[in-house]
């Protein structure tokens, strides 16, 4: 976003709706493997893609080099691979109903998001009205 859009409210929420995305994309990818043999199943990191969003729209301020500043995993991956578990002979960790509440889950995360981006900007048409 660009100009008076240009807000770190709207930039956090963009950035959740693209770790929404990614997300959508990733349970997509597991359920579409659910009887490959060998696949492992992803997800993405919440807590790294919060700290991405919040820490690049809401930085912190430091006055005195011995302030503590912003401790990210830049250089993690948000998607996390799951290699330690097993539910079948055919070494799939796939569990279809886990990635199924997974993605409504996800869904209701991503309606959230549009909803309060359009509220965000309903205020900003109601101002410019």
Do not use: C
Not at 43 to 57: E, K, R
Not at 74 to 84: A, G, P, W
Not at 96 to 123: C, F, H, K, P, W
């Amino acid at each position: 976003m660009s100009g008076w859009l240009d807000n770190s409210v709207l930039s956090v929420l963009e950035k959740g709706l693209k770790a929404s995305s990614l997300r959508q994309k990733v349970l997509a990818d597991n359920v579409a493997n659910v009887d490959t043999p060998g696949f492992k199943r992803s997800d993405v990191d919440f807590q790294l893609a919060l700290n991405d969003a919040l820490g690049s729209a809401l930085s912190l301020k430091t006055t005195v080099p011995k302030h503590i500043t912003r401790v990210g995993a830049e250089n993690q991956s948000i998607v996390q691979t799951d290699r330690s578990t097993s539910f079948r002979n055919d070494s799939n960790n796939v569990d279809i109903d886990r990635e199924m509440a997974n993605v409504a889950e996800n869904g209701l995360y991503y309606n959230a998001l549009t909803r309060t981006i359009s509220s965000q900007l309903g205020i900003l048409r109601m101002v410019i009205k």
